[in-house]
C-alpha cells in the first residue's frame, strides 16, 4: 500500500495548486516548509498553509507554529491522520502523532 499526501485534505479540489494570500512572514514560512517536506512538493502554497495553520491550532493551539525550523516529521503524521481519519481531537499528543510516523513512512517507502 502507498500513501500520497493529498492537498484536497486541506483545501477544496481544484485549489491544490493555489497561491492562496498570504502576509509577507507567513509566505516566506511556506516557502520554507516546502523545502522541508519534499513530500509537499506539489502542493501549493495555499494548502501548504491551511494544513500548517491546521496543524497549529489543532496540535497546539496556536493560530502559527513559528518556532520548529527544523523537519518535524509530526506535521506529515498530521496530515496522514487528516487524510485517512479526519478531524483531529488529540491536543497535545504527540505521542500519538510520533506514532503514526511509522506507518506514512513505511506507506511511501522510505
Known amino acids: 500500500m502507498s500513501i500520497k499526501f493529498e492537498a ?30 519534499p513530500e509537499l512538493e506539489t502542493w501549493g502554497e495555499l494548502a501548504i498553509g491551511t494544513a500548517w495553520g491546521d496543524f497549529s491550532q489543532d496540535v497546539f493551539q496556536i493560530t502559527w507554529v513559528d518556532w520548529l525550523d527544523d ?3 509530526e506535521f506529515l ?29 513505511r506507506m511511501i517507502g522510505k
Open 71 to 73: 523537519r518535524a516529521n
Open 8 to 37: 484536497s485534505t486541506f483545501i477544496q479540489k481544484g485549489d491544490e495548486n493555489s497561491e492562496g494570500e498570504w502576509p509577507v512572514e507567513f509566505k516566506n514560512h511556506i516557502g520554507q516548509l516546502r523545502v522541508i517536506y
Open 77 to 105: 503524521s498530521y496530515c496522514y491522520y487528516r487524510q485517512v481519519v479526519g478531524k483531529w481531537i488529540y491536543t497535545d499528543d504527540f505521542s500519538r502523532l510520533e506514532s503514526l510516523e511509522v506507518k506514512w513512512i
